[in-house]
């Protein structure tokens, strides 16, 4: 299983963009990247998914080099509501072991 | 409904009982998950279940015992806990495509306290 590195946390203010970047050097050819978003006492909440270059939704972008071994999450103007942590998971879509947190990133937005 | 339902919320148990945590999806997915969380701490897989059939136990003590009836409820069975069981318990579930697990739906999750 490729093995993921992130910072323990991160502070940023209102309004401003936040990029988390993930470390993952033995990544697999047949890995995706997946990021997930935890509220306490919730349940992790899917925020993007992709494979190679760039992906964006209405939430985030996800942007990953072309060797693969490295990702970075974006959110674009973090409110207060974004406090949370922020767990970046690689995995092979097909293997059941795809959904293996590593230790996840403490976004604090301040006001 | 993109909604996985557990149920309960919360738990207080003695070491001596037996109690069942249920979750429960109506997704149509065909692989759901159990893992337990401490505080601070990531989630960690404990089963998973993919088409009704156990795939994957994590090494997890036989005071857990999972169960699947049907492709919509999972349940875990639990007897002579012990209190560093207390936790959050996760449920998940996501669809089987081609082969391929699709984004995963998380529970609320519940909490139990052993005593």
């Known amino acids: 299983l490729a093995k993921t590195t992130q910072p323990i946390s991160m502070d940023s203010y209102e309004g401003q963009e936040v990029n988390i970047t993930c470390s993952h050097n033995?990544?697999?050819?047949?890995?995706?990247i997946t990021w997930y978003q935890q509220f306490p006492s919730q349940g992790p909440r899917f925020i993007i998914q992709?494979?190679?270059t760039k992906v964006t939704n209405e939430v985030a972008s996800l942007f990953i080099p072309a060797d693969r071994k490295s990702s970075t999450l974006s959110l674009p103007r973090v409110s207060l509501s974004d406090t949370a942590v922020y767990y970046c998971?690689?995995?092979?879509?097909?293997?059941?072991?795809?959904?293996?947190f590593g230790s996840g990133t403490q976004l604090t937005v301040l006001p | 409904d993109t909604e996985v339902t557990q149920t309960p919320k919360h738990l207080v148990m003695g070491m001596t009982n037996k109690k069942s945590l249920k979750c429960e999806q109506h997704m149509g997915h065909r692989a759901m998950y159990w893992y337990k969380q401490k505080a601070k701490k990531p989630p960690e897989l404990m089963f998973v279940y993919s088409y009704e059939k156990l795939s994957i136990n994590e090494s997890v003590p036989s005071r857990f015992s999972p169960e699947c009836p049907n492709s919509s409820l999972l349940n875990l069975h639990l007897h002579a806990l012990q209190p560093e069981d207390s936790a959050l318990y996760l449920c998940?579930?996501?669809?089987?495509?081609?082969?391929?697990?699709?984004?995963?739906?998380f529970g609320q999750g519940t909490r139990l306290t052993v005593v």
């Open positions: 998940a579930s996501s669809q089987k495509t081609l082969g391929q697990n699709t984004e995963a739906f």
């Open positions: 992709g494979y190679k």
């Open positions: 033995n990544i697999a050819t047949n890995d995706y």
């Open positions: 998971l690689v995995g092979d879509r097909g293997s059941a072991r795809q959904l293996t």
